[in-house]
């Protein structure tokens, strides 16, 4: 099935690669550093998708630590994180995918609530850099996903004048994101969503990236351009 090109955004975290093993893994080293017994990977997995601050604040509540120890807590992190793919995975077909949506003519960017720093480092480790000329961070704004400012940023460096534009996202913030836009939203449902699918606000599903260029098709069709 054939689909007009229109920009699509795609999430970085849960959606495009399964970076939870090297979060685990920088996680685990700061923690030990700082004498607290490592959290195990599903619940580290469950505090992922709204940026570094965010699981910061999950990891301090869940063990009990002194809010005093955040700022270098967060700095040992980052000091580790900002180059680490080691454990990091592509999900499946998602490179053929890409190269598929982006030789049909789709301009695509990301919109990730991961820096930047470490968010340009794993694409380049993917060689995934060449697809994405628009990339936003998590601390490109002061605003993250759920606000629709990051989003609604990379739409606008992507050319989208008239809301014909695509995000595929895992997670939450990506769907309320989305809404807040608005535009079309597309669920990944292998990601590290923690809600039941039907409790997110979504256009579309899929679990395996092979039906991903037929969803955006059905989509677009589904949705008269001026939408
Ligand atoms: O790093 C995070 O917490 C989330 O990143 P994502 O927005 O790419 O899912
Ligand atoms: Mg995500």
């Given amino acids: 099935m054939m689909s007009r090109p229109c920009p699509i955004v795609f999430d970085l975290d849960g959606t495009l690669i399964d970076s939870a093993p090297d979060i685990h893994a920088c996680v685990s080293a700061v923690l030990r550093q700082h004498h607290i017994t490592p959290l195990p990977l599903p619940r580290v997995r469950s505090f992922i998708g709204g940026g570094v601050e965010l699981l910061w604040s999950r990891i ?36 053929e995918v890409l190269g598929r949506l982006a030789d049909a003519g789709h301009p695509m960017g990301i919109c990730t609530n991961k820096p930047m720093g470490p968010t340009l480092q794993v694409l380049d480790h993917f060689g995934l850099s060449h697809l994405f000329p628009v990339v936003v961070g998590g601390d490109t704004l002061p605003q993250k996903k759920p606000d629709p400012a990051p989003l609604r940023l990379a739409l606008e460096r992507l050319g989208t004048v008239d809301g014909n534009a695509l995000f595929v996202g895992d997670s939450a913030f990506d769907a309320h994101c989305a809404t807040a836009v608005p535009v079309p939203f597309l669920l990944y449902s292998g990601g590290y969503r923690l809600s039941p699918v039907a409790e997110l606000p979504h256009d579309g599903v899929f679990d395996h990236f092979d039906a991903l260029p037929d969803l955006v098709a059905e989509t677009l069709m589904a949705r008269p351009r001026s939408a």
């Fill in 60 to 95: 301090i509540a869940a063990c009990s630590i002194d809010p005093v120890h955040r700022p270098a807590l967060i700095a040992a992190f980052m000091a580790r994180y900002h180059d680490a793919t080691a454990l990091t995975r592509m999900f499946p077909s998602v490179i």
